[in-house]
């Protein structure tokens, strides 16, 4: 099975920008790995922000986008909120199996 | 506006069997792929597997941590998604996402505990 990575942990300023990257152990994202990127707070279930790369759901906030970048799929944040303080995970998808990453706790400081 | 809720949820004992549901709303659920994806208590995500829908025969999929033991089913009769789980191991401890990935449910908690 695939192992995909994640930054275990980055920190913003207010204001600032941060990418989250997603990679795979089996070489490199595609856009056929189906990227999806997901917010979770703490006692919530995760709410879904990018689906297929760069796609936003009608409730993403515009400052978030996804993107594939160096071989990896990516998560910018441009502008960041205290309110983005949260765990994000991303998806991947490999011939019908899932799997996701471990996930990256962003912290706004 | 998309619903998903949960039930069916609770304890179990180590080598029992459980079987949670999930009802959904507010879509046309027989157009689409469902997954169960579940997040054990302080742990990250970790999928389950998938339903196809019937244009794609119903086929499934699952992770290789419950291969074998938990079959997801679906009845687009009652919108609603099942997984029935099978020699149910304290490591399967967990809240129990029904999600079409753009949508998710709130969860129920499956504890394995003797």
């Known amino acids: 099975q695939a192992v995909v990575t994640q930054e275990p942990s980055l920190t913003v300023s207010p204001g600032g920008t941060v990418t989250l990257t997603c990679g795979s152990s089996t070489g490199a994202v595609t856009s056929g790995h189906f990227p999806y990127w997901f917010q979770q707070k703490p006692g919530q279930a995760p709410r879904t922000l990018i689906y297929?790369?760069?796609n936003k759901h009608s409730w993403t906030p515009a400052r978030f986008s996804g993107s594939l970048l160096g071989g990896k799929a990516a998560l910018t944040l441009s502008g960041a909120q205290p309110e983005d303080e949260a765990e994000y995970y991303c998806?991947?998808?490999?011939?019908?199996?899932?799997?996701f990453g471990g996930g990256t706790k962003l912290t706004v400081l | 506006e998309v619903q998903l809720v949960e039930s069916g949820g609770g304890l179990v004992q180590p080598g029992g069997s459980l079987r949670v549901s999930c009802a959904a709303s507010?879509?046309?659920?027989?157009?689409?792929?469902m997954d169960w994806v579940r997040q054990a208590p302080g742990k990250g995500l970790e999928w389950v597997g998938r339903?196809?829908?019937?244009?794609?025969?119903?086929?499934?999929e699952y992770a290789a941590s419950v291969k074998g033991r938990f079959t997801i089913s679906r009845d687009d009769s009652k919108n609603s998604l099942y997984l029935q789980m099978n020699s149910l191991k304290t490591e399967d401890t967990a809240v129990y996402y029904c999600?079409?990935?753009?949508?998710w449910g709130q969860g129920t908690l499956v504890t394995v505990s003797s």
């Open positions: 297929d790369t760069s």
């Open positions: 507010g879509f046309t659920f027989s157009d689409h792929y």
């Open positions: 999600t079409r990935v753009t949508d």
């Open positions: 339903s196809r829908n019937k244009a794609n025969s119903y086929t499934t």
């Open positions: 998806l991947l998808s490999y011939s019908g199996a899932r799997v």
